[in-house]
């Protein structure tokens, strides 16, 4: 790889020289170097330009420059470069000498709401995949039961359904664990991407940031994330020191299911140190349709942290203590008075971060680590409306993890740039328990090495290169249902990533990424052997099934020309082995529910999405997000058909008015058809929703914001075609009006 990026420098260097006229020589020159203030880092490709004249160039890969042919005198140059402060230099060029000039920069933090750190490491600000990022303001416009709710329209982004609290992210048309949500930066540690039936176990008020990265994401995080990474950042360890005290409340309230939510959060700052608690209550009844109440999906959430960090001589870091108490109903049996399904869950939750410096060529690292309790229960609750009721526990989840990530930062050095290494750890023992377990439980041990590298060819295009190994072994853990299990597999896995980012001329941005993406099978789609009672299904898992392999490539193109924002990304991702859930076209005797089976299949995945927005007046912005998912499997050799639970082309159109102080805009949002079905999958028909949407921003005593939302303002009955609710004759929520107040002191 080394010769190879040898050889694109050189063909490079000489076009470029081949481009650029030879300047005639000059007896006023000046010549030197361009370095980090803080490191002494040589830094390459660097902007320079003599005030006032067309005279400039760039550093080269050794932050070495060199400039002729300077009219003699005082000058004034001008010294640019990606997360530095800009620089005015002032010389004077004498004729008949060449001066020695070097230059020191000073770095400046890179704006976050550009740089996705979830994609990058070294947050160098240039993008090889499609990213997103919501913060402040955005995300209490977005406020939602669930994270799933929250994201839905995003561009790529849908949501899979069993009512609101499980409400869990798709992203391009895959989800389960093929979409990690981490909480900063690492896995959650609980059991939501296993089944529809199980929601993510944090509120989504806690959340104070969230990255988004579409396309496979595994170099970072480990096998799995061929679909991309969800990353919420909760500020549980206070992201600044020394800082002034401070903190936020914030209401929430809906009509349609008549949910009422309350959160807190307060920092103290004092000197190096900084402590935070935050706390968070939700409560929400049954969700109204335009055709009744969908009994079964009442919830009850109950979160809460407390954190602490500091600042010394030997880096910046803390902990922090979380626990979430969540409590919500399944639609299942929703046709038999006095029955339902209740999920119970808790998470207990240890996790750190320490950032540092290191002399020498590593000279930063960063250590994540996040331990976890987690247990879940799925409780048969019986009785007549007017007795006592009773309550059987038919299946429990005990699950017990660690997750850690140690990444090492190292100085530029010969053609590469600024890159990062390191080592993930993965632990987990989940113990599956109960009359009604359908699967056995699981030990699963992970192992990972990682680098990410950059190559800057020039200061408009360069390379970025990424590999992982990762060592895993999983067993089988027996249960009172699984008396003879004990299968183990132990795999070697290897993720890669080549990809580009150009910036051909001010204003655009294009960026691609070509990947090799690894996931193996859960123990579910294994062993999996029984009626599971929350999803409704009746499942069987394939002990034979192979890892997945996926090979694909991701290209966008972005634009940024005065009033006008657009980005157009493509996919397309093959997938060998990838492992379906299929009906099996017959129901279970016993429980009378569908049968379902896991099977191995040849698939391709393909589609983009479009996001387009303007100032047609001053404070009136238009905005068109578009997105479409083309997915296909082979079941034998000689044909191909639909992909289950693939979501339809999707277009929204919103328009809105911001001032100052206040903002109103409405939203029109339109889903296709989806009538390209797997066998034994329901289509769903087009719909089209209104809404509106509107706030107030006011400061007295600190900052207050309200901001107000009316959905499906005219009643819509539609369903989506990810809907996982048992029965597909329920349809989606009804007209609802939600208001949202916070304030920051």
Known sequence: MRYIAIIIIGIHQFLYAAETPQRPRSDANIYGHVLDAKTGEHLPFVNMLVKG??????????????????????????????????????????????????????????????VVLSANPTASGFRYQPDAVLLGEMLQRK????????????????????????????????????????????RMGDVSETSADHAISLDPLAASRIEIVRG?????????????????????????????????????????????SGFGRYTFAKGN??????????KAGNITTPEGVLNGTQMNNLDASAGWASEGKYGIGGISLSANNQRYEIPDKIDIEGESVEIRTRRINLQGRWNGSLKGFLDRYQIRFNTVNFNQKEVEITGPPAGSYNEFTGLTYN??????????????????????????????????????????????????????????????FRLQMGLRTDLQYLAALKNDVFQDAGDKRFRVNYTGSVGFNH?????????????????????????????????????????????????????FIRLERKVHKAELALFVNNFRN?????????????????????????????GGEMQYSTSLAKGLELAIVADYVHGKMRPDPFSWQPLPSIPPFRVSTTVEYNKERWWAGAKVQSAATQNRIAPGEDATAGYTLLGFHGG??????????????????????????????????????????????????
């Open 53 to 114: 004249t067309r005279i400039g160039t760039t550093t080269d890969a050794t932050g070495h420059y060199f400039l002729t042919n300077l009219p003699p005198g005082e000058q004034t140059l001008l010294v640019s470069a990606l997360g530095y402060r800009q620089a005015e230099l002032n010389f004077v060029a004498i004729a008949g000498k060449s001066v020695e000039v070097n230059i020191l920069l000073e770095p400046e933090a890179v704006e976050l709401q550009e």
């Open 143 to 186: 406020s939602e039961v669930s994270f799933g709710e929250m994201l839905n329209g995003q561009a790529g982004l849908a949501m899979r359904s069993m009512g609101s609290a499980p409400g869990r992210p798709v992203i391009r048309g895959l989800g389960g664990d093929r979409v990690l949500i981490l909480e900063n930066g690492e």
């Open 216 to 260: 496979p994401a595994g170099l970072l995080y480990g096998p799995s994330a061929l679909g991309g990474v969800v990353n919420v950042l909760t500020s549980d360890i206070p992201d600044q020191q020394g800082g002034s005290s401070g903190g936020m409340l914030a209401l929430h309230g809906a009509s349609m299911n008549k949910m009422g």
């Open 273 to 282: 140190q900084a402590f935070t608690t935050r706390f968070a209550y939700r």
């Open 399 to 460: 699950q017990n993890s660690l997750n850690g990530t140690l990444t090492l930062q190292h100085k530029a050095f010969s053609f590469f740039d600024r890159g990062a290494a390191g080592m993930s750890l993965q632990l987990k023992k989940m113990d599956i328990n109960g009359p009604e377990a359908f699967t056995p439980g699981e030990v699963r041990y992970n192992t990972g090495l990682f680098t990410f590298q950059e190559i800057p060819l020039s200061d408009k």
């Open 503 to 555: 910036r051909p001329m001010q204003g655009w941005e294009i960026g691609a990424q070509f990947a090799r993406s690894h996931r193996n099978p859960t123990v579910t789609e294994l062993f999996a052997h029984g009626q599971h009672l929350g999803a409704g299904t009746y499942e069987i898992g394939k002990p034979e099934l192979q890892d997945e392999v996926g090979h694909g490539g991701d290209m």
């Open 578 to 606: 990838f492992i379906s859930f299929e009906p099996a076209g017959y129901n279970d005797p016993a429980s009378g529910y569908p049968v379902f089976t896991y099977q191995g299949r040849e698939a391709r995945l393909a």
């Open 696 to 745: 107030l921003r006011m400061s007295k005593a600190g900052r207050h914001v309200i901001g107000f939302r009316l959905d499906n303002a005219l009643n819509t009955s539609y369903r989506d075609h990810l809907s996982r609710v048992e029965d597909r004759g329920y349809p989606m929520p009804g007209r609802n009006f939600s208001a949202t107040y916070r304030w920051y002191f």
